[in-house]
C-alpha cells in the first residue's frame, strides 16, 4: 500500500494508546506509506466533550513526531471530514489525476485499477431515476 488511514476513537483512550504498535508494523512493512491519522467519533465529542478521551493536541503531536501526512476528527454519523481524508489522500498520492473537485456526483473521482496501473476517470453520468 502507498497510503494507509490509521483511526482510533476519540472517546477509547485504549485505541490511541496502540496506534504506535499498528503504525510501527506498518512502516517495518513500507517504510513509505503516506499516513493520515484519524479520531473517529467526534460527533460524541462534541455532543459532550467530558466523553473526549484523547485531546486534538496529543493527537496532532503523534502526527508531528510520526511524519503523517495530516490528522484529522472525523464522524461517520455525521460525514464530518470523511470525504477530506481522501480528498487529501489522492491529492497526495496522485495529484497530475486529481482535479480537487469533490461533494456532488462523481466529480474528481477516478477508478484505480489493481494492480498499480492506469486509472479510469469515472463519468459523472445522472441517473435514470429510481434510488
Known sequence: ANAAVIAFDMTERGTFDAMPKYWDVLKNAK??????VVGCKSDLVDENPERCA????????????????????TSAK?????????????KDLMPEKY????????QG???????????????????????
Open 109 to 131: 473521482t477516478f477508478r484505480l485499477s489493481a494492480d498499480g496501473g492506469e486509472t479510469t476517470p469515472i463519468e459523472n453520468k445522472p441517473k435514470a431515476g429510481g434510488c
Open 31 to 36: 517504510p513509505d506509506c503516506r499516513v493520515v
Open 54 to 73: 484523547v485531546t486534538s493536541d496529543e493527537a496532532r503531536q503523534l502526527v508531528s513526531d510520526r511524519r503523517a501526512l495530516r490528522y484529522f476528527e
Open 99 to 106: 482535479d480537487g473537485s469533490s461533494g456532488s456526483g462523481n
Open 78 to 90: 455525521t460525514g464530518q471530514n470523511v470525504e477530506s481524508v481522501f480528498d487529501l489522500l489522492c
